[in-house]
């Protein structure tokens, strides 16, 4: 079956980095599309950065542009968020999703078919 495993978070200061990573299985990695999404308590789940199957293109919320980036190793069958100059408010737990609607990078969570248990990042001020 298709598991999706994160690691990476943890506890950091704000301006501090952290990076996460999401190692797929059961599935053809390749031909996923894959994103990050976020959770803080008592809000939505929401889209923090996606990449096409061949990396080609990435796409990130405005909150994050500049601060975080998405990079995938198809060869590990491994996504990354690199995560720079982090702010409290990036406090969550940090969700990787894969889709094989490969046609353009999608921002809701309904379109995404598997998931992973979720990291928590927690940035103090």
């Known amino acids: 079956q298709v598991q999706l495993v994160e690691s990476g978070g943890g506890l950091v200061q704000a301006g501090g980095s952290l990076r996460l990573s999401c190692a797929a299985s059961g599935l053809t990695f390749s031909r996923y599309n894959m994103a990050w999404f976020r959770q803080a308590p008592g809000k939505e789940r929401e889209f923090v950065a996606g990449?096409?199957?061949?990396?080609?293109?990435?796409d990130y919320a405005d909150s994050v542009k500049g601060r975080f980036t998405i990079s995938r190793d198809n060869a590990k069958n491994t996504v990354y968020l690199q995560m720079n100059s982090l702010k409290p408010e990036d406090t969550a737990v940090y969700y990787c999703?894969?889709?094989?609607?490969?046609?353009?990078?999608?921002?809701?969570?309904?379109?995404?078919?598997?998931w992973g248990q979720g990291t928590q990042v927690t940035v103090s001020s």
């Open positions: 999703a894969s889709t094989n609607r490969g046609s353009r990078i999608y921002y809701r969570r309904e379109w995404y078919d598997y």
């Open positions: 990449t096409m199957w061949n990396s080609g293109t990435t």
